[in-house]
């Protein structure tokens, strides 16, 4: 959302009875009358850092943290156990990706594509256990961000908190191309109270698929960051792949049993993979000339609590990649130190909706992984995709 902006008016209500309407029933705005425009407007700082947000590494005296600018700028990660004294310092690195690298539309789409500017990733390392931490991201001639805080964890922490949900999406207040989701400024404000009830407790924040729901319309990449930025800054936020990240006409597992689509607009799960740095597998690109597919699954304890993270939208079934790393992961993991296991993926594998392709693909789940899920004893699996509140008795 980096350039700049000219702000029309246009005449479109009541709209014409033939007017399309979005998922909400209400009108998509009418470009077809425009009765004025607005003088050019213009960023003050195109490099300000903005779209701060942690992960977990496999370093328990880590934090890492992406943040994003327009341009290619070097800038750097200060921090430190006092806010008027930030230290030390980790240089950043920096990535990008181009409307080339999308797959369809509307992701590859004049309307649904904005330049995402430069995501910069950096480590703050040697950090002392259950200590409140401040830092801040960016450079001298950019500037820099606000101080953020964050606390971290004991080395054998004797409790686990953890703020796990799905579909979240983002919000805009305005009519825009696309449905959006007003729920998601709730689920910002419940997340918010329940961090400031848990005060300095460590904790992580899971959203297990369909995160940002930008599909294709890259600027909700842009206005999801912004939103969860308030949380994501301070706590370190874990994400698992969804069909709306991900699914799209050509990907290369599609067996004649999943419902996959073009639930992805057309992303292919190209903004997933390069503005989150999980632990996660990779799934190569068929081409030289696009990004690979990363953060797709993977592992980390945090606390008493082995959390695993899979992707229900690559190949699972039984001699894959994905299946074979998730028998070794949940055979190696050491009950003694972390005695629970917690997975989560996108589609469920339990479900009372009734639709057929759904039934199809929960059947899947239930015949090639839970035999896996019962064996190591997992303790609670947690799915997202059906908007509604289930949950089963124990196995």
């Known amino acids: 959302m980096r350039a700049p902006y000219e702000f029309c008016l246009f005449r479109g209500f009541p709209p014409p009875a033939d007017t399309a309407l979005d998922k909400d029933s209400l009108p998509i705005p009418s470009t077809v009358t425009r009765l004025a425009v607005s003088h050019v407007v213009e960023f003050l700082n195109y490099n300000e850092p903005t779209q701060v947000h942690l992960s977990l590494t496999s370093n328990p005296i880590e934090m890492a943290v992406m943040y994003v600018t327009k341009e290619p700028v070097e800038t750097s990660v200060r921090y430190g156990k006092e806010s008027d004294n930030l230290s030390h310092t980790s240089i950043a690195s920096g990535h990008t990706y181009e409307q080339k690298d999308m797959c369809h539309a509307a992701a590859n789409s004049s309307l649904g594509w904005r330049d995402p500017g430069y995501t910069h990733f950096s480590k703050m390392t040697e950090l002392e256990p259950r200590v409140r931490y401040f830092y801040q991201v960016g450079n001298t001639e950019s500037g820099w961000s606000k101080i953020f805080g964050f606390v971290t964890s004991e080395i054998n922490e004797a409790e686990t908190n953890a703020l796990l949900f799905g579909d979240m999406g983002t919000y805009v207040p305005y009519k825009t191309f696309n ?108 081409t030289t000339n696009v990004p690979d597919t990363k953060n797709l699954y993977y592992s980390l304890d945090s606390g008493v609590v082995h959390f695993v993270w899979i992707s229900t939208e690559t190949d699972f079934t039984p001699g894959s990649d994905q299946y074979n790393w998730i028998a070794e992961d949940l055979k190696n993991t050491n009950r003694q130190k972390a005695p629970f296991i917690v997975l989560q993926g996108h589609k469920p594998m339990y479900s009372i909706d009734n639709k057929a392709m759904r039934i199809m693909f929960t059947t899947k789940l239930i015949e090639y992984l839970e035999p896996l899920l019962v064996e190591h004893k997992v303790s609670l699996a947690l799915w997202g995709h059906v908007h509604k509140y289930e949950r089963t008795c124990p196995l």
């Open 179 to 286: 449905w959006v989701q007003y729920e998601s400024v709730n689920t910002m404000k419940w997340l918010q109270r329940d961090l400031e009830e848990l005060g300095t407790k460590p904790t992580l924040v899971s959203p297990i698929g369909d995160i940002a729901y930008a599909r294709g319309y890259s600027w909700l990449w842009d206005c999801f960051f912004q939103q969860v930025e308030p949380v994501a800054a301070s706590t370190p936020w874990h994400v698992c792949i969804g069909n709306r990240e991900y699914n799209f006409p050509s990907q290369p597992f599609k067996p004649d049993w999943a419902p996959y689509g073009k639930d992805g607009g057309g992303e292919c799960g190209v903004p997933y993979s390069m503005r989150f740095a999980m632990l996660g597998w990779t799934l190569p690109a068929k």
